[in-house]
């Protein structure tokens, strides 16, 4: 006999309850009333922000807070970035500082205490400052270092435009922080194009250096411009200036600089009194210091081809560091992949291509436990074989890396038009939060139309 409608659905649900116990579900997927009788809450919303106008390159994220970097893309002044901190929590509307006019905001991080550290900088000078987790301006501080000027150059005096200023010449963005507790590690590059390591603690009197290391001596930096184009995507063309720097939860400090010129080779060998692999031509420089500002050495990864350094992360007790290098000059416009390479503790160095869709770039990796890392960037893009031009054209990457850094399995990510990039990665809720832009212009998008230089961005939560 057919049975009734309502006995069919007891009977399904009794059929669901016993497949879920089969599966070791056992009804506890969903939590249960609490003593008292009171309903669990309900979880909190995911983090779907998108911002229009401007793109997110940097978000960091704990205990249910997140900031993050909007960078209004702009044609002029592209030495001179033009960002503002977002604070907000979970799904809530953020709350946003912009620097002074004429400071540019360079770079922040995010403590345990969710306070936030942060640089800006002029053509010269450089600002720390620190907020509480709701934004709140605490403390807005000028940092000078009376022993840059007189740190070693390595190059004819000559290219030395001004030895007195915090930052180089060529780009104010030359700043990276990165928490170590409640401190601030700080790396950049001064105006005589060396890299020195500061960490800083923070009370009641404000910042107070604890050390100063010297990473790289002075030299001259090969910086080229864009000729016949308006836009630099991937800010490559000032590559060669940035610092990439990350904190373990140790201490151990990792700081990435890229070379393709034989100075900085020559230059580094020569100050330190170190011996470099034999004909090296280009090359990744990663010194790792102490908790205390001790050098204990720079590792150097051989490069085929001319590399570009735009991520290093901690995995374990490996330092990965990430970016794009030119593997050919192919008529289509392809010839540039990503690369992760992995410095493992008693292990020579290893690079591991990542080669997606035409061209390919890393921009940030997330650590996922038993070495596999997360990756972010871009990928399906061309590039003009004999100069710069970047394609407006770009898809997001988001892929799971193995622990020899190959792609394990690309995961889904929603594109918007012209470029997409997923440009910042942070652990958030079990997934993570990735931040970046959809909607980007290419080199030329604003050739004929400068209002076409425009991009929207976007942070988001993700879980495999």
């Known amino acids: 006999m057919p049975l009734s409608l309502p006995r069919r659905r007891a009977l399904l649900s009794t059929l669901s309850l016993a497949v879920l116990a089969a599966c070791g579900g056992g009804g506890s ?3 249960g009333p609490r003593e008292g009788g009171e309903p669990p809450p309900p979880p909190p919303p995911p983090v779907q922000y998108a911002l229009s106008g401007a793109a997110i390159t940097k978000v960091r994220a704990h205990d249910g807070a997140w900031a993050a970097l909007a960078e209004t893309q702009k044609v002029a002044a592209l030495t001179r970035p033009e960002r503002r901190l977002l604070f907000a929590r979970s799904a809530g509307v953020p709350v946003t500082y912009t620097p002074p006019e004429g400071w540019s905001l360079l770079d922040f991080t995010q403590h345990p205490s969710l306070e936030v550290s942060a640089v800006i900088g002029t053509d010269h000078a450089v600002r720390l400052l620190r907020f509480d987790a709701r934004g709140t301006l605490l403390r807005e501080q000028g940092f000078t270092d009376p022993v840059a000027p007189h740190d070693p150059y390595m190059d004819d ?8 200023s915090m930052l180089p010449y060529v780009t104010r963005d030359a700043a990276r922080l990165a928490a170590f507790g409640e401190d601030a590690v700080l790396a950049l590059r001064t105006g005589k194009d060396a890299v020195v390591a500061y960490r800083f603690a923070h009370g009641p009197a404000g910042f107070t250096q604890r050390w100063r290391t010297l990473v790289e001596p002075g030299v001259q930096l090969g910086i080229a411009a864009i000729v016949g184009g308006g836009f630099d995507p991937f800010q490559s063309l000032s590559n060669p200036a940035h610092v990439r720097l990350d904190v373990s939860d140790t201490g151990r400090i990792a700081i990435a600089v890229q070379s393709d010129r034989t100075n900085l080779i020559e230059g580094h060998a020569r100050h330190f009194n170190e011996t470099l692999p034999a004909n090296l031509a280009y090359g990744l420089f990663v010194t790792e210091l102490d908790a205390a500002g001790t050098r204990i050495g ?13 991520a290093v992360r901690w995995v374990g007790g490996t330092i990965a560091v990430a970016g794009r290098q030119r593997t050919a000059a192919a008529a289509d416009g392809s010839g540039w992949d990503a690369y992760v390479a992995l410095l493992k503790p008693g292990q020579s160095p290893a690079v591991q291509v990542i080669d997606v869709d035409r061209c390919d770039i890393v921009f940030d990796l997330l650590p996922l436990g038993q070495g596999r890392m997360l990756a972010a960037g871009a990928t399906g893009y061309t ?32 594109a918007g038009a012209r470029q997409n990039q997923v440009r910042s990665l942070a652990a958030w809720n079990g997934g993570w939060l990735a931040g970046g832009l959809v909607n980007g212009p290419g080199t030329h998008s604003g050739d004929a139309d400068p209002s076409l230089i425009f991009a929207d961005g976007y942070v988001r939560e993700g879980r495999m």
């Open 157 to 164: 005096p000559i290219h030395v435009r001004d030895p007195n």
């Open 29 to 31: 997927s969903e939590p």
């Open 298 to 310: 720079t590792r150097v990864v051989p490069m085929a081809v001319r590399p570009e350094v735009h």
């Open 383 to 414: 590039q003009n074989p004999a100069g710069a031009s970047i394609s407006e054209t770009a898809q997001p990457l988001l892929a799971v890396l193995d622990a020899n850094g190959g792609v394990q399995q690309r995961l889904p990510f929603t």
